[in-house]
């Protein structure tokens, strides 16, 4: 059965850092492309950063400079680091694996920006 469970969410003030993570099990996760989107309420998903299976990465423009995806093969994780959060950062973010035709998601994790 393959999982994807995000943490590290929460209420945060603007300029502040959080640190998300993906645990993943039931996949192969060295091969699979990671991803983080996010969802704020009443808006479409959107893709926040990927990172390929080689290490490649690509960032939305609104995070560019200020969030960092990575990954640890060995701990089959992925990680978001968000640098000086701001109030339009707040969303559900979600983690998603994909390979070929296969796509996972996880439940998300919610993070708050505001003073």
């Known amino acids: 059965q393959v999982q994807l469970v995000e943490s590290g969410g929460g209420l945060v003030q603007p300029g502040g850092s959080l640190r998300l993570s993906c645990a993943a099990s039931g996949i192969f996760f060295s091969i699979y492309d990671m991803g983080w989107y996010r969802q704020a309420p009443g808006k479409q998903r959107e893709l926040v950063a990927v990172?390929?299976?080689?290490?490649?990465?690509n960032y939305a423009d609104s995070v560019k400079g200020r969030f960092t995806i990575s990954r640890t093969n060995t701990k089959n994780t992925v990680y978001l680091q968000m640098n000086s959060l701001k109030p339009e950062d707040t969303a559900v973010y979600y983690c998603r694996s994909s390979w070929s035709q296969y796509e996972y998601w996880g439940q998300g994790t919610q993070v708050t920006v505001s003073s």
């Open positions: 990172i390929s299976s080689s290490g490649t990465t």
